[in-house]
């Protein structure tokens, strides 16, 4: 650990005074906050990369980590629940008869850390520097979930009791499209049965202002290759006389959009519905600016769809990107080759009114029909898929998680939408029945799935002590 390192964030002026069993925990929080400085730099060494075998061994370390970390905060029941992948974590805490449940989400696995030259330090030893820490996981998503665990900790070794029951579930394959959890959900029903779900994933739209996520987009993915000819070929000898796979891959992926930014894919918006008049409004009243936008992500301007604002189109309108395209020679220098194959990834962003498989299915038969002759298509159909989700108007947990967000931080949250997609959502709502409010502590420019992860320390000690005042704040709704 470097120094710089931040402890407990002061308290805000004219806040209200906490319950007494909340200030006996944030009391033992705030003297643990090195060491839950310390603990989230250790969790976060481990590589848990869900997608890579050679990480399988990892993601048993993580899984067992947090096993370890469960039972010594207290928690009952503390088990991994086996899939035909990567483990899941459970455990709980039931001592509260007559008080609602709720259902704790949250990932231990995590993206990739390539490229690596693109860190400036290394993915998986976390370095803090100043307010920040940094390292592949640390935002997305084990600074928000280690947090959970750490403030059912200090409330259970300061009073011996939680507000409400709580019920911890921490997946190991949300970072490759949480292709088991929904099967073991529906196996483990009975002992998922709560009132609501708290995910510790997602994330605040900004640091300066406090958010409320109430909506995300689902997911649908495809890859598919091109092949021509049955080995490379000299592009001399044979360019001109064949079709070039990379040239019909980048046809296949130059026809998925018009000159607007309009997909092309027949049938890809039937069900998607427009925002309101209203709606559309109140976006024009976030603190939000394309140009302050734009320089933060580097890119030359902001662009998409015609007719929509930057966030409306993250937002709330569907969207197809490639996020690989490659074939032919890369390496130094030149080789004239004309390449046998090419091979392209693709993900499309979807809204209500979409499903994932149905925008599968229609990009697989897009892409069928584009093929240009002289190549063959091969397509490959991904499981990484999730239905668009949204927490109906007027939801209690709407409300509670607004309180404590203005409590905390004095001003009103803003409610946002979410670009990305959290697959076990639909999940949560087919199988359990369960509605799910994005309560992390994450800000969507802390380069998640990106190199130079970090995750703001005093984040880390706010959520612990804006968990607390959710669970009080459920658990004593009617009283």
């Not at 390292?135 to 200090?154: E, N």
Request: hydrophobic fraction near 40%; proline fraction near 8%.
């Amino acid at each position: 650990m470097s120094a710089g390192t931040t402890g407990w964030p002061a308290p805000r002026p004219g806040a209200a005074p906490l319950p007494a069993a909340l200030e006996a925990a944030v009391s033992l929080l705030r003297n643990r906050a090195d060491a839950s400085l310390a603990e989230l730099i250790d969790f976060a060494g481990i590589p848990s990369v869900s997608a890579q075998t050679a990480h399988a061994p990892d993601m048993a370390r993580a899984a067992a980590w947090l096993v370890a970390r469960l039972e010594r905060a207290g928690l009952q029941d503390v088990a991994l629940w086996i899939t035909a992948g990567h483990p899941a974590v459970y455990g709980e805490w039931l001592g509260a008869p007559g008080a609602p449940t709720a259902l704790v989400y949250g990932h231990y696995d995590v993206q990739p850390p390539e490229p690596l030259e693109r860190w400036s330090t290394p993915p998986f030893t976390p370095t803090v520097i100043g307010e920040r820490v940094y390292g592949r996981g640390v935002s997305d998503d084990k600074g928000p979930l280690l947090l959970t665990v750490q403030a059912a900790d200090a409330l259970l070794s300061a009073t011996g009791t939680l507000p409400l029951n709580v019920k911890f579930l921490f997946e190991g394959e949300e970072e490759v499209g949480s292709a088991h959890l929904p099967e073991l959900v529906a196996q483990r029903a009975a002992e998922l049965r709560a009132d609501f779900v708290i995910s510790a994933d997602g994330g605040m739209w900004s640091a300066e202002f406090p958010s409320l996520t109430v909506s995300g987009r689902g997911l649908a993915a495809l890859e598919f290759s091109v092949y021509g000819p049955a080995r490379d070929l000299h592009s001399g000898r044979h360019g001109g006389a064949l079709h070039n796979p990379l040239h019909a891959a980048a046809a296949l992926v130059a026809g998925l959009h018009d000159d607007h930014g309009r997909v092309t894919i027949e049938g890809f918006y039937d069900g998607v519905q427009e925002l309101s008049a209203e709606q559309r409004a109140g976006l024009t009243r976030l603190p939000f600016s394309d140009t302050e936008y734009v320089a933060q992500t580097g890119a030359p301007a902001a662009y998409g769809e015609a007719g929509y604002s930057t966030l409306e189109r993250q937002w709330h309108r569907p969207t197809v990107e490639v996020n690989g395209l490659w074939g032919g020679y890369t390496g130094e220098g030149s080789k004239t080759v004309l390449p046998a194959e090419a091979h392209v990834k693709l993900t499309c962003r979807l809204v209500p009114g979409q499903h994932p498989e149905t925008i599968a299915a229609l990009l697989a038969e897009h892409l069928r029909t584009h093929t240009p002759p002289g190549v063959r298509l091969e397509l490959r159909p991904s499981d990484h898929a999730a239905g668009p989700y949204a927490l109906p108007d007027g939801h209690p947990l709407r409300g509670a998680a607004g309180q404590v967000l203005h409590d905390l931080y004095g001003t009103a949250p803003v409610e946002v939408g979410m670009g990305g997609s959290i697959p076990i959502l639909e999940t949560f709502k087919d199988v359990l029945g369960l509605d799910t409010v994005l309560f992390s502590f994450a800000v969507g420019d802390e380069n998640i799935h990106a190199p130079d992860e970090f995750f703001r320390i005093p984040r880390l000690y706010e959520g612990q002590e804006a968990w607390l005042r959710l669970w009080w704040a459920l658990g004593h709704a009617d009283g």
